[in-house]
């Protein structure tokens, strides 16, 4: 089973086909990735270390301002190292990236936007929920940014697929009441009595009675749990009429969607920072030191020498004792270095993943006043994917709701247009769930394309399979360490950024410990 686990979390994301969860074990035990190797406590290195072993804290030059660059630079902070960062966008903060009114948001080929929401309207743009047990929710805690649920899943809103939608209730009580019901049906008919004793016969039978809420016949005959036109209150109120059959059930294809938070990462309750992700980005600086960040910093050539680094950058030529390069790989990989011909290639190996969402801001929430929807996700099978209903800002009067978040072919299909025409694709596809409605009273919208971006060219990445690419870019080159999500089985989250910084920090400070 820790096998099977560790298979989970082998790049869910970032490893595209893979011939399934066993294949992917086989080819991480060929890594020597034993589950004994993954991730010991953190210890942030302490001024105190330096005391008794008689070093001194280093000078560190970290490129890029992401979430693994701020990181790094934190921790190591927390020593007294001297950590220089340099950044080539004009902000920090990375794919952490909150939109505000007053923002413009410059793209590559195509035109900025002026941001336009109201008072309070945000919109995050790049990552927008945490898992519990993710490491970003410790950061959140330790630099006391106060969170609050993001709302993952919800029974009001809507699942889309063949053209047909459905209440995401409804959907799951119609799918787990017909495959309770088969199920049920084949444990009655004896046909497992081979796998089953008697008595977990009956107590499975118990199980899929509630399960699927079948009726004494062991069927499924539609259920409460659908929902209702009308709500109880004084009255019984209406149910939602009987389900289809089970085959129209099976051939509305609500299967992804009604499934989609089963998995460790997704599952409820996830939590955002209250008042923008950004908030993450904003602690960071201030604990790192703005003066320790230098924005409108390209890198343009990395060196390292026998005794330090040397960082060659649009404002000059930064000297240090060891650098941590926390950019995109594809970018590193277009930097002039003496890293070595495999560090090269291997850099060369992550695909970028393109990634879109835009937000639209609304003049009243028709969702919560109309719909019932509180938060949450719709799922769909267009090309907007998903819709996400705020989190936050309940009741008030003006709302941002996320009107597509895609990937791949979908998100290059949005990036091709302009902004203008994103939205007018955007708000047909959403009518087609919501109705008129959807393309009314629309104050504003802003729309990203993550591999637009410039100095990030990318949702995330992929890696082609598994190889050595990915260990020996966990290794330094040299006195250049490598760190971001891209270097962990959390591609495209935070925590990924942040557990690889930690593991790079532990690193470094370790070797900075051992060095004559
Ligand atoms: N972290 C991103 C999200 O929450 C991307 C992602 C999606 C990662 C699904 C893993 C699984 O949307």
Not at 320 to 335: K, N, Q
Request: some cysteine; overall charge neutral; proline content about 5%.
């Amino acid at each position: 089973m820790e096998g099977a686990a560790l298979t989970r979390r082998g790049l869910l994301v970032g490893i595209g086909a893979v011939g399934g969860a066993g294949a992917m074990y086989a080819a991480m035990g060929a890594l020597g990735l034993a589950p004994s190797e993954q991730d010991k406590a953190f210890t942030p290195p302490r001024p105190g270390d330096f005391t008794l072993r008689g070093r001194a804290a280093a000078s560190v030059v970290i490129l890029g301002a992401g979430v693994a660059g701020l990181t790094a630079a934190y921790e190591l902070g927390k020593a007294g190292y001297d950590c220089t960062v340099l950044e080539a966008r004009a902000e920090a903060g990375g794919r952490n990236l909150t939109l505000r009114g007053g923002d413009r948001l410059t793209e590559l080929r195509g035109p900025a936007q002026e941001v336009r929401f109201g008072e309070g309207v945000y919109f995050n743009a790049g990552p927008g929920r945490i898992a519990p047990w993710m490491v970003t929710l410790d950061y959140c805690r330790e630099l006391g940014i106060p969170i609050e649920t993001f709302v993952n899943r919800n029974a009001a809103a809507y699942v889309h697929t063949n053209g047909q939608t459905l209440r995401a209730r409804t959907a799951q009580a119609d799918m787990y009441g017909y495959v309770a019901e088969l199920l049920a049906k084949a444990t009655d008919l004896g046909a497992l009595d081979k796998m089953i004793t008697k008595d977990d016969r009956e107590r499975l039978l118990d199980f899929l009675r509630r399960f699927g809420d079948l009726g004494p016949k062991l069927e499924y005959e539609g259920s409460e749990r659908r929902g209702f036109t009308e709500f109880p209150a004084i009255g019984a109120g209406t149910p939602i009429t009987a389900p289809g059959s089970l085959h129209q059930v099976l051939a509305a294809g609500t299967g992804h969607a009604i499934t989609n938070d089963f998995g460790y990462d997704q599952a409820t309750p996830m939590f955002q920072p209250v008042g923008g992700m950004d908030a993450i980005v904003t602690k960071l600086v201030e604990a790192v030191g703005a003066d320790r960040i230098r924005t409108g910093a390209r890198v343009t050539k990395i060196t390292t020498l026998a005794d330090g680094v040397e960082v060659t950058y649009t404002g000059g030529t930064l000297k240090a004792d060891y650098c941590i390069a926390a950019l995109p790989p594809h970018l590193l990989a277009r930097i002039p270095h003496n890293l070595g011909a495999e560090v090269a290639a291997a850099l060369r190996t992550p695909v970028p993943v393109p990634a879109g969402k835009i937000g639209l801001e609304y003049g009243t929430r028709w969702w919560e006043l109309e719909d019932r929807i509180y938060g949450g996700v719709t799922e769909t099978d267009l090309d907007i994917t998903h819709i996400w209903y705020p989190s936050y800002g309940y009741h008030s009067e003006r709302g941002l709701l996320v009107g597509y978040y895609n990937t791949d072919e979908n998100a290059e299909l949005y990036a091709a247009l302009t902004p203008d025409d994103r939205r007018r694709r955007a708000l047909t596809q959403g009518k087609k769930i919501h109705g008129e409605k959807y393309r009314q009273n629309v104050l504003s919208s802003a729309s990203i394309a993550w591999e637009r971006q410039e100095h990030i060219e990318g949702g995330w990445v992929r890696w082609p399979s598994v190889d050595s690419s990915f260990t020996l870019l966990q290794r330094p080159a040299g006195r250049v360490y490598f760190a971001g999500d891209w270097l962990t089985h959390l591609i495209a989250w935070q925590a990924g950024a942040m557990e690889s910084a930690r593991g790079v920090v532990t690193e470094l400070h370790e070797r900075v410990l051992r060095s004559p």
